[in-house]
């Protein structure tokens, strides 16, 4: 039987949802993220990115590419409410689903031919659904692995839907090109660039002992494999896994530990939010790193008292990277994890006295209830002003 992965990819998804809310911004420059001079670009919209603005970028500098854009701070627990809307749909498909970030979700696609046909034709109809039940667009990418399938769905991109057949991954990593071979960075491309490789066969040309020895062992491995169309395992976890965990890969490599704060602050409240709406507690937090050379490392924390609140896996998070930042040593790609988790609201041992973080954590659950009953007002307004035969069909704004 063919293995068959998808890697859904949600197209600017920021700031295609403030568009969703705002129909006035749609077909302009929109960029989501940090509205202060140290603030960063969290997403843009693809208006933006024609004037060079991308994700992780300071927002002086965006400002600058940019000036006319439509700046809007960002809004974590209304991306959450579509992201599980989207996951939800994605259910639907694969009984599987593997979510890596707020964003981006992998789908175990193999043996449901039967259900919704040939690959390509289920992407097509799981692109219809999207966008029929969000009005958002999302793009697909089909492969015999999640390395391979991640890649397919930046082909083409937005609204992109791609699809390589088992045997032609070396001939698609070929095509992609050295330059946009998944989780290569610019220090990489300049590594090999210093030893006359600035291509995928070229790369190809050297054994994996030359490439490590040359690289270092985590880089020369990597090289390697991916090259040759290998999934090298970035993305091999447990969809079933007892944690709620999400991480972002870096267009550029970040060494600057204020603008990981800042990701470790969004991606916080992304693992909160989903911890909230799914019922669920953590006893340990936990963040991973992976430097430009490739090197992974992950450090855990369990506190003695139970976890909260977004701000309290927040100030943990960043406790263990300063602990672990070396300075001038950058990052490509930056996690955060709630660990050990189960089932309830409550810990197993309640604490003597009031905790501050149990206040923020009802306030955060409070901010959640506010934003579904908004959206149900708003839906009832709509159909009221459409008469008693309008249907909502979950886009309020197309």
């Given at each position: 039987m063919?293995?068959v ?9 920021f ?13 302009k ?66 009984p599987?689903?593997q ?22 034709v ?14 958002l ?23 992109g ?25 610019e ?41 040759r ?9 447990d969809?079933?896994s007892?944690?709620i ?20 602050l ?104 506010l ?28």
């Amino acid at each position: 039987m063919e293995t068959v992965f998808f890697h859904v990819d949600m197209d600017a998804f920021f700031a295609s949802v403030e568009q969703m809310d705002h129909p006035e911004h749609r077909g302009k420059p929109l960029i989501v993220g940090g509205l202060g001079n140290r603030g960063v670009v969290s997403a843009c919209s693809y208006e933006a990115r024609a004037f060079g603005v991308h994700s992780a970028m300071p927002m002086f500098q965006a400002r600058k590419l940019c000036p006319q854009a439509i700046y809007v701070q960002g809004r974590m627990h209304r991306y959450h409410e579509v992201s599980k809307t989207i996951l939800s749909i994605l259910a639907t498909f694969s009984p599987a689903v593997q979510q890596i970030s707020i964003d981006e979700a992998f789908l175990d696609m193999t043996g449901t031919e039967r259900l919704f046909g040939k690959p390509r034709v289920a992407a097509q109809l799981l692109k219809q659904k999207v966008r029929e039940e969000t009005s958002l667009v999302i793009s697909v990418g089909i492969g015999p692995s999640r390395f391979i399938a991640k890649m397919a769905s930046d082909y083409g991109k937005p609204d992109g839907l791609c699809r390589v057949a088992p045997g032609k991954e070396l001939a698609f990593v070929d095509v992609v090109g050295l330059k946009k071979l998944w989780g290569l960075g610019e220090s990489s491309l300049s590594a090999l660039a210093r030893h006359h490789i600035t291509n995928v066969a070229q790369l190809r040309e050297y054994g994996k002992e030359y490439l490590q020895r040359t690289f270092g062992v985590a880089a020369g491995e990597y090289f390697y494999q991916v090259c040759r169309g290998i999934d090298p395992g970035i993305y091999s976890g447990d969809s079933k896994s007892h944690s709620i965990s999400t991480e972002c890969t870096f267009p550029v490599d970040i060494a600057d530990q204020d603008i990981l704060h800042q990701y470790l602050l969004r991606m916080s409240h992304e693992v909160m939010f989903r911890s909230i709406e799914e019922k669920v507690m953590g006893k340990t937090v936990g963040i991973k790193i992976r430097y430009a050379d490739f090197t992974t490392t992950s450090a855990q924390e369990t506190p003695d008292k139970p976890i909260y609140s977004a701000e309290e896996i927040y100030q943990t998070a960043c406790r263990l990277l300063d602990q672990r930042l070396t300075t001038g040593r950058s990052i490509r790609l930056i996690g955060v994890g709630l660990y050990q988790t189960r089932i309830g609201e409550a810990p197993l041992q309640e604490e003597l006295f009031e905790d501050n973080f149990k206040r923020k954590r009802e306030l955060e659950k409070a901010v959640l209830s506010l934003r579904a009953k908004g959206r149900n007002l708003e839906k009832a307004s709509i159909l009221q002003q459409r008469g008693p035969s309008a249907e909502i069909d979950g886009s309020t704004h197309s």
